[in-house]
């Protein structure tokens, strides 16, 4: 909930702000704070005012970028899972085979879940993404399913339409994947289920290919 404020658009009585920020710079340092804050303690906990505490400044400089804490939040969580979606495109992209990019994906995944998975699921429960955030996620996940998908089809020979239902199939269990590894967060549990993954999904892609994983009666499962 957001402090009440006479008028926050108005200095602080207290005098000026207690440290110069490059304009340019000011939006992120605001955000760097509150990414601290989240990761440091309950989410419920971030205000304006802590916010300002923590990157230096005066309240007012903080409501000069932010309207209130529940747009702060959310332009936060736009943030942090933009740079990790740039990570880890990155990662999959330096990858050469179907193999590769699986691995990188969920090695990337799991990283980023020791990392910063507690702030970015104290986020989303705190329901700060709004209608907007959720389509650019759907946009990321169709661009995966398709890139992840053509390289399926060409290294294993499937159509495209099966290619692109495999590969749905496969990325969805990243999510029970990371599900497991905060119920034992080691880094030893994380290399045991990287690798139980990339071979699940691998072995998985190449009897599909083979043929063998066919519906009732040889025929190719249903169509979606």
Not at 68 to 90: G, K, T, W
Not at 169 to 186: C, D, H, K, Y
Request: glycine share 8%; proline share 4%.
């Amino acid at each position: 909930m957001v402090p009440s404020v006479a008028n926050p658009r108005e200095r602080d009585s207290a005098g000026p702000e207690p440290t110069r920020l490059a304009r340019s710079n000011r939006r992120d340092a605001l955000l760097d704070a509150a990414a601290e804050l989240v990761a440091a303690g309950d989410v419920e906990s971030v205000s304006m005012e802590a916010v300002a505490e923590q990157a230096g400044v005066s309240r007012p400089l903080v409501y000069k970028h932010f309207a209130n804490r529940s747009e702060l939040l959310a332009a936060l969580y736009q943030r942090e899972s933009a740079l990790l979606h740039s990570e880890l495109a990155a990662q999959v992209q330096a990858a050469v085979t179907l193999e590769e990019m699986f691995r990188a994906l969920i090695h990337g995944a799991l990283r980023a879940q020791a990392s910063r998975g507690s702030a970015l699921a104290a986020l989303r429960s705190a329901g700060v993404r709004n209608q907007s955030q959720r389509k650019v996620q759907l946009g990321r996940d169709r661009d995966t399913v398709r890139y992840f998908g053509a390289q399926a089809a060409k290294e294993f020979g499937l159509g495209d339409r099966r290619a692109r239902i495999a590969m749905r199939v496969a990325l969805g269990a990243v999510e029970s994947v990371l599900a497991q590894w905060r119920l034992r967060p080691t880094p030893e549990y994380a290399a045991a289920l990287e690798n139980v993954y990339v071979t699940l999904v691998v072995g998985g892609v190449e009897r599909l290919a083979s043929g063998d994983a066919t519906g009732p009666g040889g025929a190719a499962g249903p169509r979606c």
